[in-house]
């Protein structure tokens, strides 16, 4: 098993930045991928981000690229998501995610196979 646990969310200002963390523990080797998901309320979770533990390969959603940047502490089996030039529409409950199994879409909820609780950031206009 993996637990995954994040921290770093709050309340910013349109404009403003935030930096997302996510701690993983437990059997982190049979992980290659971490990736950053978000929910809003009635609304499905969607793929934001994700990075390859071994290369730091990174992908991102066409919605925060050039804003947001996902990295990773092998060291410290942490990942980060540093969110700038923040929107009202990046209001959700982002989640930390890990994924196991090889094969299958990167930015597909039901591939991952770990989820962290997730952390709240909302974004005042």
């Known amino acids: 098993q993996v637990q995954l646990v994040e921290s770093g969310g709050g309340l910013v200002q349109a404009g403003g930045s935030l930096r997302l963390s996510c701690a993983a523990s437990?059997?982190?080797?049979?992980?290659?991928?971490m990736g950053w998901f978000r929910q809003c309320p009635g609304k499905e979770r969607e793929f934001v981000a994700t990075?390859?533990?071994?290369?730091?390969?990174?992908y991102y959603a066409d919605s925060v690229k050039g804003r947001f940047t996902i990295s990773r502490d092998n060291a410290k089996n942490t990942v980060y998501l540093q969110m700038n030039s923040l929107k009202p529409e990046d209001t959700a409950v982002y989640y930390c995610?890990?994924?196991?199994?090889?094969?299958?879409?990167?930015?597909?909820?039901?591939?991952?196979?770990?989820w962290g609780q997730g952390t709240q950031v909302t974004v005042s206009s």
């Open positions: 990075i390859s533990w071994s290369s730091g390969n990174t």
């Open positions: 437990g059997r982190t080797f049979s992980t290659y991928l």
């Open positions: 995610t890990a994924k196991s199994r090889y094969g299958g879409s990167w930015i597909t909820v039901a591939n991952y196979d770990y």
